[in-house]
């Protein structure tokens, strides 16, 4: 009798390779659990099984597997079927989900591999254009061998790249990564087991009376076990007795204590899992939840569409405690930017040691705990708190999914494979576990709450804040009109002005939301028009003046800021538009005894920057935040007063059929950071074009007109929810080639599909890092086979592939693209 394993490889292939396997193998071996496998002349994968059986392969000869990984499957069988959902949905291999689905330390593999250093703090703009290309490849890959450093660079000899990235701290190089987690042990200390009794401690304090710090260390640690009766820690001992290691090193040398080691996580939550500490909800947040356990009993996905502060957190703490009472998992998906201690902690506070987190800015040794924690069922593990990786973790009974934020667009994987959305692949890992799925937001996505009205969802609402705090008052000015009668300084209109007078007399605090980092986004000669371009890509540079420098924010390239038109020669060279810097130079200058923080991608950089910036206006030690989007993110501050939103036009102008969408909730989100509690916070908008619909609906607070409005016109121009999209993107660094490549490939579209094709055509930036790009946009009308179409553009991408010249053309699916 002849035995094989198919096996899932984490590259993107088509199909499941197969290996053979000898009797004993086949019967240890389970679905799920991980098998080193040899591929192709000389590499070892990691593989994970997904069948055992014993039908030999027709086409080639089964080579046998290397290895046995596991004891016991580190995969279920539920998220094998997530992950095949998502890559028949989402156009790509099940290797390319098993990729990203597991943490890289489980994925262990022969050759040298090119690993990010998650210590370095790295400054973009300082790392050479290949030097970059690598570094960004780690950050959507975790680990890169030698050839595929040599595709990304696209040159043979990559030492030189590789050297100077390990100069710069910035990568480690590995052999192979068999151990790469490695448990985390903690040292403790006892009395050694001559001193226990007490007249023997008493001669030994006896003997150390000359040595007055080592007896300290003996006495603080017999004081330490007599009043806690937990095992005591090094470095607590450390602490309590203000010896310093020296010591307690020397006195385990002579025996006197003795160290030993306990294996614990590096990520504990500790608190006080206290039933008391629930708060009480109101009739408005008691009446939306008995609307959601309704829709539960009917297994319908609902929607808790509640006002900015309404208290839905406190709704959600409510259905996770029934769900963890009831002996299931919960998890608890949020953007990743939402995931802030401030909810952690609060969360920590009724749920006590019972959570984890997943996200990525933990360590790859942080997230394999969390994995096995919840393999192992762990008491920890009930409820995961995470970004959208999180629904790949193993969960095996799953009583409830919260998808907080469910509008937000970052939910949507934009690169690499497999590019999901994480609401919509949870809703499907929800009913595959049978579990109750809630939809949170203050401003549902179109397709969200479309469903609900067609009943497809279940909908629950909640129209006021907490304690009745009134919504804020919103405000639009006209700095059209402001600047005609000369009554700007600077962005500031002189409404804008009084306010933040107002704001700071009061002591209240002020965010102050423009959606673009730098100083200027464009740098113009008033001789000649010329403004420096991205010599890589096709976009103006930025001008930061803070570094003095012209950077693109699309690639690394950035330049000394020039004195003169590099055109013409002229001095005049002038800036148009305005960043973020450039609104705290000013308001630093209007209001000189004011502490004014900046928050945006420049100034968030390291791991912790993000979260320092929240402490601090926490903690009130600054008076006025000046942001881009990462200020809307769920964060509940206790004393804003005013928000100030210097340009709403920005963010109306987007080419995209989904920016007045976006719009509407990014604005309604940052005004919902003011006057969180008792009095009503005040929102000054500026803009062009205070007569803009949107900006009417969001200062009324109209959702449902927005939503009307939005749908009508994606019906008639065919966009999601009305239809389904299938974006292709092609990419090449030759202009011509992805031109005719990307023509030829619309053109078999149109004669399979026809007229629902759009394309090819430039995106408003054609050109990032020296590829070209082009887009085109299948739209499939309602009542057609998603699953046929798909077949066909399958079907033209093997003729695509099939012409020598088009070959080296990308071609990349995003399904349902936002
Ligand atoms: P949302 O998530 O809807 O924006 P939050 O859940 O953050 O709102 O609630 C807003 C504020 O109101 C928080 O500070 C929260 O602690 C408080 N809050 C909400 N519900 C209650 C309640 N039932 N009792 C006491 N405080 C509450
Ligand atoms: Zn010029
Ligand atoms: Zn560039």
Redesign the pocket.
Known sequence: MQYFVNVILPIALEKLFTYALTEAEALFLKPGMRVAVPFGKSKIYTGLVHEVHQTPPTVYEAKEIHQILDEKPLVNEIQLKHWQWIADYYMCTIGEVFRSALPSAFLLESETLILKNKNATVDEGDLKDDEFLVYEALLHQSVLKVHEVSAIVDRKNVLPILNRLLDKGIIHLKEEIYEQYKPKLVRYVQLGAAYREEAQLEELLNSLTRAPKQSQVVLSLFQLQATTKKQIKVADLEEASGGSKAVIKSLIEKGILEEYHIQTDRVNYDGSDDESVF????EH?QAALKDIVQNFDNKKVTLLH??????????YVQLIDECLRSGKQALYLLPEIALTTQLIS?LQEYFGEKISVYHSKYTVQERVEVWNNIVAKKHKAQLVIGARSSLFLPFSELGFIIV?EEHEGSFKQFDPAPRYHARDAAIVLGNLHGANIVL?S?TPSVETYKNAQLGKYGYAN?TR???DVLMPEIELVDIKEEARKRRMKGHFSERLLEEITAALDLGEQIILFQNRRGYAPILECTTCGHSPQCPNCDVSLTYHQYKKQLRCHYCSHHMALPESCQVCGSPTLDTKGFGTEQVEKEIEALFPAAKVWRMDLDTTRGKHGYEKIITAFEQQEMDILVGTQMLTK?L?F?NVGLVGIMNADSLLNFPDYRAHERCFQLLTQVS?RAG??KKRGKVIVQTYNPYHQILKQVSTNDYKGMFKEQLYEREQYKYPPANKIIKITFKHKEYNRLNEASEWFAQALRNALGGNVLGPEYPPVARIRNQYLKHVIVKIDHGTSLHRIKFGIRRIEKSFNAVALYRSVRVIYNVDHI
């Open positions: 708060k009480n909800l109101n947040q509640g006002v900015t502060s309404s208290g839905k957190t406190e709704v609060r907080d949170g203050a909640i804040r907490f304690g769920g509940d206790r919902g969180r509690t």
